[in-house]
């Protein structure tokens, strides 16, 4: 920490600690706080801004904000979904930003900081990161496969003329009087679920299959990277961000304006843009738009945490969510014209209407519907390349973001054992990470994949970030957080933002819960529907997680000595209100 930030720590312990911080008629010595060099620091500012940014930016805003927004009316749409990100999203990520710059801790030990009674809180984050790299990265390494793939003249999913191929394959592009019927198959479509996924040899989850080698080798590289990718901390991490967070805009810029030259390409644009004002009278709209802005900016995983704790005492956090807020919604609006005026083009090429080649969603999209669309463009082999490096790279640093905040957490929890083995535990980590993934790699690992992105993340993240919210804004207490962001920025968060933080943002979370339980859709892939004992098997998986909240509650409270009201009064009250001081990273001076 920079001596400035000494001298603001010093202030905040005087306002934190001295009824009357003026008073001084017999100067007592007081500590002058000085960081040494043993928690690691960003290098630049930039490394950490696009740090925040990879994580925030990811495969979701290519595949899932173009969906919802032409699926909710268009243009009308943002409308909810700006209002959610000003009264939800946005507070949400701030809060986060600013406990972890200021606390300097990672998702598990911060609790002791600010109501240890939902210490489980960090617990239950850790193990839903888990499950999501369980599945995010074996879609990153299906992207792999296919990037491997395009290294061809004439790419593979081009015509029906390979061993995967079945009778139902029909080629349209470039013929006419071709007859499309609901049993017809793209090429691309039969070269991702009949090559890549080989999920015909699966009959469901009951028999999913073996293990595909291919797929293993691909999850095997991307977690090489991954490894060597955060070894050593945010030093190197922050250096590799340089190169997965800026490329796929690159990539973007270049897609969109190759998009925009097809023909058809602005019918794709009118149906994404075209506002159906009736929708807004729908609740479900307002849903999709609080769940994509909050799984979009990504509060509640306990990475944006992990992320500032690296950062300078005194560095403008406010300034950062604003800033790193605008770059993600804006990334998924632009995304949405890359998606469209392709669709567009294929609803030309195809002489439908562009609802009809717009039906696939989530992963499809990118890996049927646009690699379709470009494999019958000139210059295939070059656009088909750099769009799956786009996706790797756009997959790569959300994993970085979500495997940095468990490290984080541990190291932070339990320093004695692993503050200098950081190498061997993140060799551990991502060992744990690929084994769990090996059921998604299988013949009907899809169907995993599914199940885990559903029920590991969905409702268990939200009830997270619903009590973090809670915690921080009404037993932490609204008044002394707003204290902490002044002692760091110099100036406390004005009336919008407390409003936000004690009402409007746990209403949000609590709103998104209640809606998604009480209208919960068949689970569908493909033609599979999901049974019954699947369903019950995501729940299970999604307690399985937010179980740890109450199970340590409970814990805390018994092992806690006194009576019930000394007990509740230990629990709920703050350990400390500032960071650590420990001797391995803070050397105190007295000031004569």
Not at 372 to 378: G, K, L, S
Not at 401 to 414: F, H, K, Q, R, S
Not at 428 to 456: D, P
Request: net charge neutral.
């Amino acid at each position: 920490m920079p001596r400035q930030d000494s001298a603001v720590m010093v202030g905040s312990l005087a306002a934190h600690g001295s009824p009357n911080p003026g008073y001084n008629t017999n100067p007592v010595p007081m500590p002058v706080i000085t960081q040494t060099d043993s928690r690691d620091k960003w290098s630049k500012k930039m490394d950490f801004l696009l740090s925040v940014i990879g994580f925030a930016v990811d495969l979701g805003n290519v595949w899932r904000f173009p969906y919802i927004c032409y699926q909710n009316g268009g243009g009308a749409f943002l409308i909810p979904y700006i209002l959610m990100a000003i009264f939800g999203g946005v507070p949400l990520f701030y809060m986060e930003l600013a406990l972890g710059q200021f606390h300097r801790t990672g998702a598990i030990s911060i609790w002791k900081h600010i109501c240890p009674i939902f210490k489980g809180i960090g617990y239950a984050i850790c193990i839903i990161a888990l499950y999501v790299s369980f599945y995010y990265n074996t879609i990153i390494a299906w992207a792999l496969f296919y990037f491997y793939s395009s290294f061809s003249s004439i790419l593979p999913w081009t015509n029906c003329n390979n061993p995967w191929n079945t009778p139902d394959c029909t080629n349209y592009f470039g013929r006419d009087n071709v007859t499309w019927t609901n049993s017809s198959r793209s090429p691309a479509e039969e070269f991702y679920t009949r090559n890549v996924l080989e999920i015909h040899k699966s009959s469901g989850l009951r028999n999913v299959g073996g293990v595909r080698w291919q797929l293993l080798l691909c999850l095997f590289l991307i977690f090489t990277i991954v490894y060597f990718s955060l070894w050593k901390g945010v030093k190197t991490s922050g250096k590799v961000v340089w190169v997965t967070a800026t490329l796929p805009y690159v990539v973007l810029f270049i897609l969109l304006i190759r998009g925009a030259t097809l023909p058809g390409a602005w019918r794709g644009v009118v149906f994404y843009l075209k506002p159906q004002w009736g929708k807004l009278l729908e609740t479900s709209v307002w849903v999709d738009a609080a769940a994509q802005i909050f799984f979009s900016l990504g509060p509640g995983f306990g990475v944006l945490l992990a992320l500032s704790s690296y950062n300078p005492f005194t560095n403008n956090c406010y300034r950062d969510a604003i800033v790193t807020s605008l770059v993600n919604c804006l990334t998924s609006f632009v995304s949405g014209f890359v998606i469209f005026t392709v669709l567009g083009y294929m609803a030309e090429m195809r002489k439908v209407e562009v609802e009809d080649v717009a039906r696939d969603k989530g992963p499809s999209l990118l890996f049927i519907t646009y690699p379709e669309a470009i494999a019958n463009m000139m210059g295939s082999t070059f656009f088909a390349i750099i769009f799956f490096v786009m996706m790797i790279t756009l997959g790569l640093d959300s994993t970085f973001g979500g495997l940095e905040a468990i490290i984080t957490a541990v190291l932070d929890e339990y320093p004695d054992y692993f503050s200098h083995r950081r190498e061997l535990l993140v060799l551990g980590l991502v060992v744990i990470c690929f084994l769990g993934s090996l059921s998604t790699l299988t013949n009907g690992g899809a169907y995993v994949v599914k199940l885990l992105e559903e029920f590991g993340v969905g409702c268990s993240i939200i009830a997270v970030g619903f009590l973090e919210a809670i915690a921080v804004s009404w037993f932490y207490g609204i008044n002394r957080f707003s204290s902490d962001i002044q002692a760091m920025l110099g100036k406390a968060p004005g009336l919008f933002w407390k409003v936000c933080w004690v009402a409007i943002s746990p209403a949000f979370l609590a709103y998104i819960i209640v809606s998604s339980l009480l209208k919960a859709p068949p689970l569908m892939l493909f033609d599979y529907k999901y049974p019954e004992w699947s369903i019950i098997v995501g729940y299970i998986i999604g307690f399985s997680s937010f179980m740890w909240i109450p199970i340590y509650m409970v814990y805390k409270l018994v092992w806690t000595p006194g009576s019930l009201k000394q007990r509740l009064a230990v629990c709920l009250r703050p350990e400390r209100t500032m960071p650590d001081i420990h001797t391995d990273s803070l050397s105190m001076a007295p000031v004569p």
